[in-house]
């Protein structure tokens, strides 16, 4: 079934530690994204990428990095997590010239 | 500021009671208005595209509408599995990313 899968579906991190979640689609979508959802907030943009090759800053990326070495996959990295990082982080896809963005099943992250 | 707002924040009905929900926004220029379906624990599920005041779109016991500063989405006899959280964002025109609202819960009771 065409989607968008993430990886892990949750994860506890003690503070200070590296991580990647892990964002693969195979809809051959140009763009992808990252969001953060928090309680009272909403849905938030971490980090974009319209092609692969190129990335950019959202409106909350901050401690949080990218990258986009093909179509397909589009990791994001904390490189040393802090409590603030808690979160549900929501992965997405939109084709070039379509502007509907589909979004993957969700990580939960709890950063202790 | 480009902005979002949706009410009310949470929303209880009736079986085949009916009623809007809706979004308030603020963008120098809109190129969409997007609503999402959000079920706990899972992804947003997309429902509809508006891009023009005037627009309208259905999808079974939904219908979306747009005007120049805010969109509704109306639900029709409503069933317990419409529970659920709704989202609308808006992507304004010349930049690269989505506004979403903080949401809409909903709750059908049988």
């Known amino acids: 079934i065409a989607g968008i899968t993430q990886a892990p579906t949750s994860q506890i991190l003690a503070a200070g530690r590296r991580m990647t979640l892990r964002c693969t689609q195979d809809?051959?979508?140009?763009?992808m994204y990252w969001y953060r959802q928090d309680l009272g907030l909403g849905l938030r943009l971490i980090h974009y990428?319209?092609?692969?090759?190129?990335?950019g800053k959202g409106e909350v990326p901050d401690g949080y990095s990218v990258s986009r070495a093909n179509t397909d996959d589009f990791p994001l990295t904390l490189a040393s997590a802090v409590p603030s990082q808690t979160s549900v982080y929501f992965c997405?896809?939109?084709?070039?010239?379509?502007?509907?963005?589909?979004f993957g099943p969700g990580t939960r992250l709890t950063v202790l | 500021e480009d902005q979002v707002t949706q009410s009310p924040e949470a929303l209880r009905l009736q079986e085949g009671e009916s009623s809007s929900l809706n979004c308030s926004y603020t963008v120098s220029g809109l190129r969409g208005l997007f609503w999402y379906r959000q079920d706990p624990g899972k992804g947003p599920e997309f429902l509809f595209t508006l891009y023009s005041a005037g627009e309208e779109k259905e999808k079974e016991r939904l219908k979306a509408t747009l005007t120049k500063k805010e969109s509704f989405l109306h639900i029709t006899a409503p069933k317990p599995e419409d529970s659920a959280t709704y989202l609308c964002?808006?992507?304004?025109?010349?930049?690269?990313?989505?506004?979403f609202g903080t949401g809409t819960s909903l709750t059908v009771i049988p």
């Open positions: 990428s319209n092609t692969a090759g190129t990335t």
């Open positions: 997405a896809s939109s084709d070039s010239g379509r502007d509907t963005q589909y």
């Open positions: 964002a808006v992507h304004p025109k010349g930049r690269n990313q989505f506004y």
């Open positions: 809809m051959r979508h140009n763009a």
